[in-house]
């Protein structure tokens, strides 16, 4: 068979075009608030329910393997679905777009925190904005739900996750083994619970679906040539500019510092940003002393307040490194250079990680042992993803929270008295929009929003 004809067909089949899809990306973009939840929420509705791009299957089974991954899930995701679409230029666009407008926020909101040294206007701005990405989240673990937890197992497995993942702290890694596990051995033994579980239902029709149904693309077919030419190529990518910068400037060396501690980051942010940003806080604030614990608690809520992932407080963290470091150049350029560094270190093994191993995920999708593995994970993700929204919850709802470590019990627990009346109002009026009155994102959004300005304004926040 002639693999040209075969690309050519499956690229028309879907018949989206670049252009199309560059818009949606785009707008996945500017909506992708919330950390990953949020994130996953915005995707899901546009990607799944509103365009019909990707079934709800193929959906769940990309975000699974993503989870698996170290690095921010969702923006792995887009750069999975945009890779099935229209090979590595659709995976560069969609995974680019999804981080752009985090990357222009965060430098912009830098260069002022530099400046002025602190950003409450911004985040009186962001203020009403984070009630209705409560909202929003929340949606996202119901629809979710919904969809993936269809039988007592599933539901009890999405439970375990979250109990296990809020009350105890067992690494998400733990839990996305274990529940494979459960779900693989659950499969091979014929249990109906674990038969496929939503992955092979769907929405078939979906323009991925149907594209990949008639004729499969050359670049979703595993190939080791084309592997090892893309894992050499991203390595390259990622590793030469950290290599350089040791070899020129020694270990010392703030960009250096940045480049190589950035790239540990990256191999071992599993579970998201949740996960590893206390020992990013503690290595940059305690170790290498590059910014204060205020200042670093002041970035996470830049991050959490502008689209884009969550871990995109990198940024920030490596503008304030070199900002106070320049050695020699314009503080705010050496600013610049450093945040970029810390970004371009973060992101760019995502792609490595999508461009390498999607085609083997793919191949494995009509396995039916992998099918009640990928079946149970999606479960605990269900339950990852609540643990997300409550986690969101308490630091949008509550100005304090206690740690509470008696073991075996680790988690969060919320002030009563430190409630914040105009965020539970502005919330509960968010979800009312979306669950009562359905609402779009965008009015939703721009409503609490402009809301959260009137409220700093009239002197209530």
């Not at 702290?169 to 091979?188: D, H, K, N, S, W």
Request: glycine share 12%.
């Amino acid at each position: 068979m002639d693999t040209r004809n075969v690309q050519a067909g499956a690229d028309a089949g879907h018949g989206i075009s670049f252009n199309e899809a560059f818009r949606v990306w785009l707008r996945v973009a500017c909506l992708s608030f919330g950390g990953p939840a949020g994130q996953i929420a915005v995707m899901h509705r546009i990607l799944v329910e509103e365009k019909n791009w990707i079934s709800e299957g193929r959906f769940l089974h990309a975000l699974n393997y993503c989870m698996l991954l170290p690095g921010p899930e969702a923006q792995q995701l887009a750069t999975y679905i945009g890779w099935l679409m229209h090979r590595t230029a659709g995976g560069l666009m969609a995974g680019g777009l999804f981080i752009l407008p985090g990357i222009i926020a965060i430098m912009g909101l830098s260069y002022i925190y530099a400046a002025f040294g602190n950003v409450s206007f911004v985040e009186a701005l962001f203020f009403g904005l984070k009630a209705a990405v409560l909202a929003i989240v929340v949606e996202a673990v119901v629809r979710v739900g919904k969809r993936a937890l269809k039988n007592r197992i599933m539901i009890a497995i999405a439970a375990a996750a979250f109990v296990a993942i809020f009350f105890f702290a067992v690494p998400f890694p733990i839990i996305i083994i274990a529940a494979g596990v459960i779900g693989y051995v659950g499969a091979r033994s014929g249990r109906p619970e674990f038969a496929g579980g939503g992955h092979g239902g769907g929405n078939s029709n979906a323009a991925i679906d149907s594209m990949l149904g008639e004729a499969v693309p050359d670049h979703v077919r595993p190939n080791a040539a084309r592997a090892i030419r893309v894992g050499t190529l991203w390595l390259a990518l990622w590793l030469v500019p950290v290599i350089a910068l040791l070899t020129a400037f020694g270990e010392v060396n703030v960009f250096s510092q940045i480049a190589l501690f950035f790239s540990k980051m990256a191999l071992v942010t599993f579970g998201g940003a949740y996960a590893v940003l206390a020992y990013v806080a503690q290595q940059a604030v305690e170790h290498y002393h590059w910014l204060s614990a205020r200042e670093m608690l002041d970035g996470l809520g830049m991050a959490e307040t502008t689209p884009g992932p969550l871990i995109m407080v990198l940024q920030f963290v490596g503008f304030m490194a070199a900002f106070r470091d320049p050695g020699g150049m314009s503080p705010m350029l050496a600013g610049t250079l450093g945040g970029l560094l810390a970004t371009w270190v973060t992101f760019t093994p995502c792609f490595l990680w999508i461009f390498l191993g999607a085609p083997y995920v793919e191949l494995l999708r009509g396995n039916k042992g992998l099918a009640g593995a990928l079946s149970a994970i999606t479960a605990a993700v269900v339950g990852v993803i609540l643990n997300l929204s409550i986690w969101f919850a308490l630091h949008t709802l509550f100005r304090e929270t206690v740690p509470v470590h008696a073991f075996p019990l680790s988690f969060d627990m919320p002030v009563l008295s430190s409630v914040d009346l105009a965020a539970l109002v502005l919330s509960i009026a968010a979800a009312t929009a979306i669950f009562r009155f359905k609402l779009g994102m965008l009015t939703v959004l721009a409503g609490s929003c402009a809301a959260g300005v009137a409220l700093r304004m009239v002197g209530m926040i």
